[in-house]
């Protein structure tokens, strides 16, 4: 079996952290026993471009119980948990990754998922999908799966240009992932990841959220929850004014520049922050990403302009500037949740990769009728997914009476 990692010796505490995250991922096992009884997935390969942790793995276990061929690379260089590769190479399943490779040998484990042939490619902000339209144009796949907003809009772009070729589903778009992922999951990790990286208290802190949408929605209740005055910064007036209405202060970027202690990134744009908004920022400052690429920072330009620069610790690298000031930044500026903690906790991936699992079989059943388009998983697999869920956290789900439904589709009962 052809696998590239860093240390096959780490199998042992890989398997444990994967047992451990697959016990709070029932939905995934619900549709893991199906799986193994109908294999859906029989015979085809799946090639997964995705943040190689433990979650993904139950992701790419579930996949192979369900008759499929899993291949895996990274969709980040510095999200890979080495012993999670290794405890996947022991399951033989072929992983491309190692935490921390440089971009050249990041391309080239990409192109090895890519040489294995897949069937269906599964993506965690399009890089596969990208190369299929570009050198590997080779490769005919049934369709690919995409997991995070950034990677979405990518695909939209593709689909509104003509470009697109292949049949994509969204499972950003399905409401158990976005909701929950990116709101509780980015919330809570992304935070881990600044903590972890810094130790400092977030209380009493000014933290500037760059990004109200889905994630910094997230992030903002977390760093409030924690004592942290929140200040926003957005450019969608309706998002703007639902983040002063929620009691944080808005501000331009160049007004928060001068408040902040911390600054969380979460756009999906580029150079959000840049060297006018870094001049203006306080001595210590702490500087954070957890938008999907590493270009929400300008960190070219802020690495050009520094004097000096040292790591302080170890995922937090501290810049000199030419007055003085010292602006540190974690993990490299790349999504600090999966570059300096864990990445989201399992109880939500369980969610986001059961869809995933259940988009991958979308694509192989409905092959024969799909087009070059982006796909939302049906309403009903949300529905399904977010009630087994609820049962597990010991939730009750009130139905409707028969009056009640006649109601809601009536329209002559009123005042
Ligand atoms: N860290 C993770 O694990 C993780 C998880 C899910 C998504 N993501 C990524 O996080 C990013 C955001 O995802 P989302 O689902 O919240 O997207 P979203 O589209 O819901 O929200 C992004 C927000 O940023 C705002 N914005 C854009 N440019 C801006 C600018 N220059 N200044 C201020 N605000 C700006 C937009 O108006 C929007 O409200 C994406 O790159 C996504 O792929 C990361």
């Known amino acids: 079996m052809n696998y590239d990692i860093a240390n096959p010796d780490l199998a ?26 109908e294999k859906p997935l029989n015979g085809h390969v799946v090639a ?5 942790t433990a979650e993904t793995a139950n992701l790419m276990l579930a996949l192979r119980d369900g008759g499929a061929e899993p291949i895996l690379c990274a969709s980040n260089p510095l999200s890979t948990q080495d012993d999670v590769a290794a405890a996947l190479v022991a ?30 490619t599964m993506d965690d902000g399009a890089d596969l999908a990208t190369l299929l339209h570009t050198d590997r144009r080779d490769i005919e796949v049934i369709g690919s ?59 009493g802190q000014n933290v500037v959220v ?48 001068e408040a902040g ?43 050009a302009e520094s004097t000096g620069r040292r790591q302080v610790r170890e995922n937090l690298e501290e810049f000199d500037m030419p007055d003085g000031r010292r602006i540190l930044l974690a993990a490299e500026g790349r999504l600090v949740n999966l570059g300096a903690a864990e990445g989201h906790p399992a109880d939500v991936m369980d969610m986001s990769f059961s869809n995933q699992a259940l988009a991958a079989e979308y694509l192989v059943v409905n092959q024969d009728t799909l087009e ?34 006649e109601y809601l589709s009536g329209w002559q009962e009123g005042t």
């Open 12 to 37: 042992e505490v890989g398997a444990r952290r994967i047992a451990w995250a697959g016990r709070r991922m029932q939905v995934l096992e619900t549709v893991r026993s199906r799986f193994r009884e």
């Open 48 to 52: 997964a471009c995705l943040h190689v």
């Open 91 to 120: 399951e033989e399943i072929p992983v491309f990754a190692i935490r921390g490779e440089d971009d050249s040998t990041y391309y080239k484990h990409i192109n090895a998922a890519l040489d294995h042939a897949p069937a269906v």
């Open 145 to 203: 799966t995409e997991e995070t907003t950034t990677g979405v809009i990518r695909l939209r772009a593709m689909a509104a240009d003509g470009t697109l070729r292949v049949p994509v589903v969204a499972v950003n778009d399905s409401a158990t992932k976005h909701l929950f992922d990116n709101h509780y999951g980015t919330g809570q990790s992304t935070l881990d990841g600044i903590i972890r990286a810094s130790n400092i208290l977030l209380a």
């Open 210 to 257: 760059v990004g109200f949408g889905d994630c910094g929605r997230g992030v903002a209740s977390r760093a409030d929850g924690l004592g942290a005055k929140v200040i926003v910064v957005e450019v969608d007036p309706v998002r703007a004014l639902s983040a002063a209405m929620s009691g944080y202060r808005v501000m331009t970027a160049a007004d928060a520049a």
């Open 261 to 303: 202690d911390v600054f969380i990134t979460v756009t999906g744009n580029k150079h959000v922050l840049r060297m006018e908004h870094f001049n203006k920022m306080r001595d210590g400052v702490i500087l954070a990403n957890s938008g999907h690429f590493d270009i929400e920072l300008d960190l070219a330009s802020l690495r």
């Open 372 to 405: 070059p388009k982006i796909y939302t998983l049906p309403p009903e697999i949300d529905e399904q997914v977010a009630s087994i869920k609820l049962s597990h956290l010991g939730g009750g789900l009130e139905t409707l009476t028969q009056d009640q439904k």
